[in-house]
């Protein structure tokens, strides 16, 4: 079938005004966000529901035509970039189709946009936990695929541990219904793990059923100061012994992080008056709307403070003031795109280990690349922490970048030496292929390669993602 049939025949199961094939029009989801990767489509195609999902897929499968699933776009590694692809996006499957209080879950589409979700729980006086810097446009199917992490994991988990049920167009165009609501059903191979963390490689996830939690009616942030990593793991562990029911959040930065958030990105300030090396933002909260969480963030710092190992902190006294310290914390992503090219990781390792991992990384890429500048921040709390590079002073961006592989080679290793993984929660993509060949173990790859050629045996479905191709 030749790509003019294609389209027409795209159009006969979603309509003209479904599908997109001009360059131009084309464009905006062509590119992913940090320009690492430029995709090419035979068409952008737009179903309204499953059914059309199912037949897009059955085309796809009889004309051996790739097929990649697209959400919001926000994507980090490339996963969601097509090559010579239909590219099926969801934005018309964006409804949240049912929310049950009683039994804490909702049913949406994979379209529905994170913060819609997150909204819909709130005025239902329920809490859908999962949080991230794109949530205000990815999309849920999205962050199913790539198993999204955020502020949250330390106490609610990842975006698997926030499904209950999956809806999943398979690679031959079948459809499977597991949108079940139950929390208990040892009926066999729990068959929605195989397409959460999967990227689209196995299925196209079309619905899910989401877990719901009690809306959370009171919390507590503070912001602490301290010489180290070393530091700031001793007093998150003080912490979360005194208060682990409520402890929400745990973030880190280093200070030169702090730093250019302060210098790049307006209205952002440190509530603190002296500079410091390391920064903890930690957050409470309680469904408990009469708990006192100021008091036992008090008494938790100042557990910290006897053993000295903080130097100053301010707990936020009003919602505006606790705002403005997540202000920081945000900010710290596009001040570094402002500052220049920087290298990026992500990665995780054992919470205990997340101080060796900044004194061996630190070490390591400072006497690769003379005068480059750590940002390393992330969620101390699950061990997953954003070791990104950013470009010495007086260096070429381009030069810089260059380095990019052979760093992360160096830095992955050290990452996988304290028993870590390569990538903690933005998934592999294409952008880390090559590391899975690497470093992960024959028989990991050869289990993965047998379920991509059992579900997928035609190699459509978002190929050349996630796993290395082999014949």
Request: net charge negative; charged share 20%; hydrophobic share 40%.
């Amino acid at each position: 079938m030749s790509d003019t049939d294609l389209i027409a025949a795209l159009k006969g199961i979603v309509g003209n005004d479904g599908v997109i094939s001009d360059g131009d029009s084309l464009a905006p989801y062509l590119n992913e966000e940090r320009g690492l990767y430029q995709g090419t489509a035979k068409a952008l195609v737009k179903p309204n529901d499953t059914k059309q999902v199912s037949e897009i897929a059955k085309l796809c499968f009889m004309e051996n035509v790739p097929i990649v699933a697209q959400g919001g776009n926000t994507g980090l590694v490339g996963g969601g970039v097509p090559h010579d692809a239909v590219l099926l996006n969801f934005e018309r499957m964006n409804q949240i189709e049912n929310i049950d209080a009683q039994n804490l879950t909702m049913t949406v589409q994979a379209g529905a946009i994170l913060a819609e979700v997150q909204a819909t729980a709130n005025k239902a006086d329920v809490y859908f936990p999962l949080s991230l810097g794109a949530e205000g446009s990815c999309r849920i199917g999205g962050n199913l695929s790539t198993n999204a992490g955020g502020i949250h994991v330390l106490r609610y988990g990842n975006a698997c541990d926030l499904v209950l049920g999956l809806e999943v167009v398979m690679a031959d165009g079948r459809i499977w219904n597991g949108l079940t609501a139950l929390r208990k059903d040892n009926t066999g191979y729990d068959l929605k793990s195989l397409f959460l963390g999967a990227e689209g490689t196995l299925g196209i996830i079309t619905r899910a059923v989401l877990r719901l939690f009690p809306q959370p009616r009171s919390n507590c942030v503070a912001f602490i100061g301290c010489d180290g990593f070393e530091e700031a793991l001793n007093i998150f562990h003080i912490v979360r012994n005194r208060a682990a029911d409520v402890v929400n959040a745990c973030e880190v930065m280093n200070r030169f992080a702090l730093d250019i958030a302060e210098k790049h990105i307006s209205l952002v300030e440190c509530p603190l008056s002296e500079r410091h090396e390391t920064y903890l933002l930690l957050e409470f909260a309680s469904s408990d709307g009469d708990a006192d969480l100021n008091g036992l963030m008090e008494a938790a710092l100042g557990d910290a403070f006897e053993a000295d190992l903080i130097n100053d902190a301010v707990i936020a006294q009003s919602g505006q003031q606790a705002d403005k310290i997540w202000a920081l914390r945000e900010a710290i992503p596009e001040a570094q795109k402002i500052e220049g090219g920087s290298i990026k990781h992500d990665v995780s390792v054992p919470v205990s280990c997340v101080p060796e991992f900044i004194r061996l990384g630190t070490k390591l890429v400072t006497e690769r690349i003379p005068g480059v500048r750590v940002c390393a921040f992330g969620h101390l709390g699950d061990g997953n922490i954003h070791f990104n590079l950013s470009q010495p002073q007086n260096t070429e961006k381009q030069d810089f970048l260059s380095q990019w592989q052979d760093t992360n080679k160096a830095v992955h290793d050290v990452v996988v030496s304290l028993g870590g993984s390569f990538s903690a929660e933005h998934g592999i993509g294409q952008l880390k292929v090559s590391e899975m060949a690497r470093l992960k173990s024959k028989i990991e790859l050869d289990l993965m390669q047998t379920l991509k050629n059992s579900l997928d045996p035609k190699n459509i479905m978002n190929p050349g993602k996630v796993i290395p191709h082999r014949n």
